[in-house]
């Protein structure tokens, strides 16, 4: 027989919280007060010994750090330098971080399907393509690799640029190659990531090209010294946002880099024994992971049997939530509606293309720009556009995965997913 749920009045499975997600300590207080007792708070030696570090352990050329992670995907937009109305192929679950970039530099978003992967489809990538692609944008969903090799075969066969989004898949590796070293360009976070600062990001490159125009884009296209275009008059070269951070962020990134590696391998850890622990409960299947690669468990995620559980994700989730462990739906609808257009305001992870900012539109004041650019009709968002996706979405739940969870700590979130799957089991189908 199953035990009452918490929501019910049954007794949870956990009435204490979960531990902090990163370690902050003296060695972090130590690093700050070196940059403040230094008088020289800006960019400086601390912010070039970050990205000497980063670039290091991914083995490639450049880094450049700045100010989030969205400005990191907006510097690799601006390093490719589109032209307005291109077109840039991504997947709608993603934060919108991942295409403000993109739009600011009045490309146009073309939501591509995912798989099981919860990852893009290189299939529906390859579908989507059109004269006016300019570019590819692989999110590391999660934490979980794209098929790298197939999208760098379509981004090779078409000429287009390929952008890994490695925000929340720091030192994720694809067939043992860590991501943001596959593609073109890569874009990170450092905003309460595995790796954080509190704020911050970095992009990375091998091209030299793409570093020189990236590292102009970042600093308002000035001719910095160790700049591509130190021996230029001074003047601003092209139309460029400011995204410098300063040596504090990079003095707490530089620390916290050292301890990465500990919080990625709890994580993975952690991740591993919780899917293990539900192995028998067939309702539950875990995002797909291809052999050969690492995924770094920024958040573990489940797709749920609905149909065998007899409940929808939405009261699966509020259900484990009542039981002590904070449960993230990934396709969350609230009851807000858009003024202009009545759909539900998403949120919990996508599809973006129904967020109003897309489906309103409304970016650039009442305009459709850049939607209607060089077009007979423009393109329209809304429901519909990755059918596999929003199914597959639709009935998944994740939570965040702290790096310092004790065997016990996971043990109860194994716990109450086990207790509210076995709850519902074989309910019927639930609206």
Same mark, same amino acid.
Request: one cysteine or more.
């Given at each position: 027989?199953?035990?009452?749920?918490?929501?019910?009045?049954?007794?949870?499975?956990?009435?204490?919280?979960?531990?902090?997600?990163?370690?902050?300590?003296?060695?972090?207080?130590?690093?700050?007060?070196?940059?403040?007792?230094?008088?020289?708070?800006?960019?400086?030696?601390?912010?070039?010994?970050?990205?000497?570090?980063?670039?290091?352990?991914?083995?490639?050329?450049?880094?450049?750090?700045?100010?989030?992670?969205?400005?990191?995907?907006?510097?690799?937009?601006?390093?490719?330098?589109?032209?307005?109305?291109?077109?840039?192929?991504?997947?709608?679950?993603?934060?919108?971080?991942?295409?403000?970039?993109?739009?600011?530099?009045?490309?146009?978003?073309?939501?591509?399907?995912?798989?099981?992967?919860?990852?893009?489809?290189?299939?529906?990538?390859?579908?989507?393509?059109?004269?006016?692609?300019?570019?590819?944008?692989?999110?590391?969903?999660?934490?979980?690799?794209?098929?790298?090799?197939?999208?760098?075969?379509?981004?090779?066969?078409?000429?287009?640029?390929?952008?890994?989004?490695?925000?929340?898949?720091?030192?994720?590796?694809?067939?043992?190659?860590?991501?943001?070293?596959?593609?073109?360009?890569?874009?990170?976070?450092?905003?309460?990531?595995? &790796?954080?600062?509190?704020? @911050? *990001?970095?992009? =990375?490159? /091998? #091209?030299?090209? +793409?570093?020189?125009?990236?590292?102009?884009?970042?600093?308002?296209?000035?001719?910095?010294?160790?700049?591509?275009?130190?021996?230029?008059?001074?003047?601003?070269?092209?139309?460029?946002?400011?995204?410098?951070?300063?040596?504090?962020?990079?003095?707490?990134?530089?620390?916290?880099?050292?301890?990465?590696?500990?919080?990625?391998?709890?994580?993975?850890?952690?991740?591993?024994?919780?899917?293990?622990?539900?192995?028998?409960?067939?309702?539950?299947?875990?995002?797909?992971?291809?052999?050969?690669?690492?995924?770094?468990?920024?958040?573990?995620?489940?797709?749920?049997?609905?149909?065998?559980?007899?409940?929808?994700?939405?009261?699966?989730?509020?259900?484990?939530?009542?039981?002590?462990?904070?449960?993230?739906?990934?396709?969350?609808?609230?009851?807000?509606?858009?003024?202009?257009?009545? &759909?539900?305001?998403?949120? @919990? *992870?996508?599809? =973006?293309? /129904? #967020?109003?900012? +897309?489906?309103?539109?409304?970016?650039?004041?009442?305009?459709?720009?850049?939607?209607?650019?060089?077009?007979?009709?423009?393109?329209?968002?809304?429901?519909?556009?990755?059918?596999?996706?929003?199914?597959?979405?639709?009935?998944?739940?994740?939570?965040?995965?702290?790096?310092?969870?004790?065997?016990?700590?996971?043990?109860?979130?194994?716990?109450?997913?086990?207790?509210?799957?076995?709850?519902?089991?074989?309910?019927?189908?639930?609206?």
């Amino acid at each position: 027989m199953s035990e009452r749920l918490a929501m019910d009045g049954g007794a949870p499975v956990r009435s204490k919280p979960f531990g902090p997600g990163h370690e902050f300590g003296d060695d972090d207080i130590a690093a700050l007060t070196e940059v403040v007792r230094s008088g020289h708070v800006g960019k400086g030696p601390k912010v070039d010994a970050f990205e000497r570090a980063f670039a290091a352990r991914h083995g490639v050329k450049h880094a450049i750090a700045v100010t989030s992670g969205t400005a990191a995907m907006h510097v690799c937009i601006g390093a490719i330098n589109p032209e307005p109305g291109d077109e840039v192929i991504v997947t709608p679950w993603t934060a919108g971080g991942t295409i403000i970039g993109a739009l600011l530099q009045n490309c146009v978003p073309v939501f591509a399907d995912i798989d099981e992967t919860y990852t893009l489809d290189p299939a529906d990538v390859e579908a989507k393509i059109t004269p006016r692609t300019r570019a590819i944008i692989a999110v590391h969903y999660l934490g979980n690799p794209c098929d790298m090799r197939a999208l760098q075969d379509i981004a090779r066969r078409h000429g287009l640029a390929l952008i890994e989004d490695c925000a929340q898949a720091h030192f994720a590796e694809y067939q043992g190659q860590v991501v943001g070293s596959i593609g073109d360009i890569a874009g990170y976070s450092f905003g309460g990531k595995h &790796l954080s600062g509190g704020t @911050g *990001g970095a992009v =990375l490159t /091998n #091209d030299t090209e +793409l570093w020189e125009r990236a590292v102009l884009f970042h600093d308002v296209a000035l001719p910095r010294a160790g700049g591509p275009y130190a021996e230029r008059p001074y003047g601003h070269y092209f139309l460029a946002p400011h995204y410098i951070i300063n040596d504090l962020t990079a003095a707490v990134l530089l620390v916290q880099l050292e301890k990465v590696d500990g919080y990625i391998a709890s994580k993975i850890r952690a991740a591993e024994r919780i899917i293990e622990g539900l192995a028998d409960i067939e309702e539950l299947t875990p995002q797909a992971v291809r052999p050969g690669d690492r995924h770094t468990y920024w958040i573990l995620g489940f797709s749920l049997d609905t149909e065998r559980l007899g409940c929808s994700a939405d009261v699966f989730a509020d259900a484990v939530r009542h039981e002590g462990v904070p449960v993230i739906k990934a396709e969350n609808s609230v009851d807000a509606r858009h003024p202009s257009t009545g &759909l539900p305001r998403m949120g @919990g *992870g996508g599809p =973006l293309y /129904n #967020d109003p900012f +897309l489906a309103g539109p409304d970016c650039y004041g009442g305009s459709r720009f850049p939607f209607d650019h060089g077009r007979e009709q423009a393109v329209a968002y809304g429901p519909g556009g990755c059918p596999n996706g929003e199914a597959l979405m639709g009935r998944t739940v994740g939570f965040n995965m702290w790096p310092h969870l004790s065997d016990g700590d996971v043990d109860d979130i194994a716990r109450a997913l086990r207790k509210v799957a076995l709850y519902y089991r074989g309910r019927g189908v639930s609206s």
